[in-house]
């Protein structure tokens, strides 16, 4: 069965140990779940979502009831697998994590039903990649819990109806665009998720030195935040990083000097912008004049899948103003080309009205 639920284990079993312990045993993915907040009181930022969800779910402990179906959108390392997390942990009810690529057939996704139980969550990471078939499949699954197993093939084909408890399926997705009308209209309960503002980062980076037992002052703490492109998952990776600079080439406190010297030592600048970030920008301008030019042959241009391109780099340069998204392509903004220290190429004048008889 394509169940995943190793991460799951990994975030009780977490609970129980200290994580520097487990940054001991160099366990990096028992330290990254270790740090994720495990129940909504303890979630920072996202406060209109958190309060929705929270409503929903009272509602349904209330009621008895599983809660309605959840759609979780928004780019990477924002909080959807934490929020599914939550929602398993608030409803006192076990997880099963999966994802859109795993589920290649409708024969995948029947043997992951028929494992639930009553009020069991089903987090599908990347359902916009599901398969049709499967996709067609947890229509009925969502909508009247029970599904149709086909038995055979050709006119000899039978379809056997299989009940499937009541469950509350948590879909997360990058790509909200990407999903069919009725599989979106299915979930009771959408959420899209937004950047965070430096004031909550620095809030988590707090939390998490706390937890990482890291030393670090107030300024060391807000350039880390500000650098972090609004994302938790970021802001976690980078507090890890500039705590190691920090044992190693100063005296173990993250102070505004030593963050600043860590992050430029890992080519992450003032404005969070990466290697990645900068090499789109820089392609755009350089290579292209600014475009407009296509995201797949921007994406041969910076060594980088288009996906990467996509879901990675181009929220947040479209977030930073440096790139705009046009019919015609992606097109480099004047603030992208200030970034680099590059003067944009002279738009070409407009003619003036001629006269019917000009010369």
Same mark, same amino acid.
């Given at each position: 069965?394509?169940?995943?639920?190793? $991460?799951?284990?990994?975030? $009780?079993?977490?609970?129980?140990?200290?994580?520097?312990?487990? /940054?001991? /045993?160099?366990? /990096?993915?028992?330290?990254?779940?270790?740090?994720?907040?495990?129940?909504?009181?303890?979630?920072?930022?996202?406060?209109?979502?958190?309060?929705?969800?929270?409503?929903?779910?009272?509602?349904?402990?209330?009621?008895?009831?599983?809660?309605?179906?959840?759609?979780?959108?928004?780019?990477?390392?924002?909080?959807?697998?934490?929020?599914?997390?939550?929602?398993?942990?608030?409803?006192? @009810?076990?997880?099963?994590?999966?994802?859109?690529?795993?589920?290649?057939?409708?024969?995948?996704?029947?043997?992951?039903?028929?494992?639930?139980?009553?009020?069991?969550?089903?987090?599908?990471d990347e359902i916009h990649r599901m398969s049709r078939p499967a996709e067609e499949?947890?229509?009925?699954?969502?909508?009247?819990?029970?599904?149709?197993?086909?038995?055979?093939?050709?006119?000899?084909?039978?379809?056997?109806?299989?009940?499937?408890?009541?469950?509350?399926?948590?879909?997360?997705? @990058?790509?909200?665009?990407?999903?069919?009308?009725?599989?979106?209209?299915?979930?009771?309960?959408?959420?899209?998720?937004?950047?965070? /503002?430096?004031?909550?980062?620095?809030?988590?980076?707090?939390?998490?030195?706390?937890?990482?037992?890291?030393?670090?002052?107030?300024?060391?703490?807000?350039?880390?935040?500000?650098?972090?492109?609004?994302?938790?998952?970021?802001?976690?990776?980078?507090?890890?990083?500039?705590?190691?600079?920090?044992? %190693?080439?100063?005296?173990?406190?993250? @102070?505004?000097?030593?963050?600043?010297?860590?992050? $430029?030592?890992?080519?992450?600048?003032?404005?969070?912008?990466?290697?990645?970030?900068?090499? %789109?920008?820089?392609?755009?301008?350089?290579?292209?004049?600014?475009?407009? %030019?296509?995201?797949?042959?921007?994406?041969?241009? %910076?060594?980088?899948?288009r996906e990467t391109v996509e879901e990675v780099a181009e929220p947040?340069?479209?977030?930073?103003?440096?790139?705009?998204?046009?019919?015609?392509?992606?097109?480099?903004?004047?603030?992208?080309?200030?970034?680099?220290?590059?003067?944009?190429?002279?738009?070409?004048?407009?003619?003036?009205?001629?006269?019917?008889?000009?010369?």
């Open positions: 069965m394509p169940f995943h639920e190793d $991460e799951l284990e990994v975030a $009780e079993e977490t609970h129980l140990r200290s994580i520097t312990a487990l /940054e001991a /045993e160099g366990d /990096e993915r028992a330290v990254e779940a270790a740090l994720r907040p495990r129940s909504l009181d303890e979630v920072v930022g996202q406060t209109r979502v958190r309060d929705q969800l929270g409503l929903v779910l009272e509602a349904a402990r209330r009621r008895g009831r599983a809660p309605d179906h959840v759609l979780l959108s928004g780019p990477p390392g924002l909080g959807k697998t934490t929020l599914a997390m939550i929602i398993a942990h608030e409803m006192q @009810t076990p997880l099963r994590l999966t994802s859109g690529p795993a589920i290649t057939h409708a024969g995948d996704l029947a043997a992951i039903l028929s494992g639930l139980n009553d009020g069991d969550v089903l987090f599908v499949m947890l229509y009925m699954a969502m909508e009247d819990f029970r599904v149709d197993v086909v038995i055979g093939k050709g006119p000899g084909a039978t379809a056997i109806p299989l009940e499937i408890p009541p469950f509350t399926l948590v879909g997360a997705t @990058t790509r909200a665009g990407l999903l069919p009308g009725p599989l979106r209209d299915r979930f009771g309960f959408t959420a899209h998720l937004e950047f965070y /503002e430096p004031a909550d980062l620095d809030r988590i980076v707090h939390r998490s030195a706390g937890l990482l037992d890291v030393a670090l002052t107030t300024e060391g703490s807000a350039e880390i935040a500000s650098r972090s492109r609004g994302t938790p998952r970021i802001a976690n990776r980078l507090l890890r990083r500039v705590r190691d600079y920090a044992q %190693v080439r100063a005296d173990g406190v993250v @102070t505004h000097a030593v963050a600043q010297a860590a992050l $430029e030592l890992y080519e992450v600048d003032e404005l969070g912008l990466d290697r990645l970030d900068r090499a %789109v920008i820089d392609a755009l301008c350089r290579r292209f004049s600014g475009g407009p %030019v296509g995201v797949s042959t921007l994406a041969v241009a %910076v060594g980088e899948e947040f340069l479209v977030r930073t103003g440096f790139l705009a998204r046009t019919p015609r392509g992606r097109i480099a903004t004047p603030a992208a080309w200030e970034h680099l220290g590059l003067t944009p190429p002279e738009l070409p004048s407009e003619p003036t009205d001629p006269t019917l008889f000009e010369e």
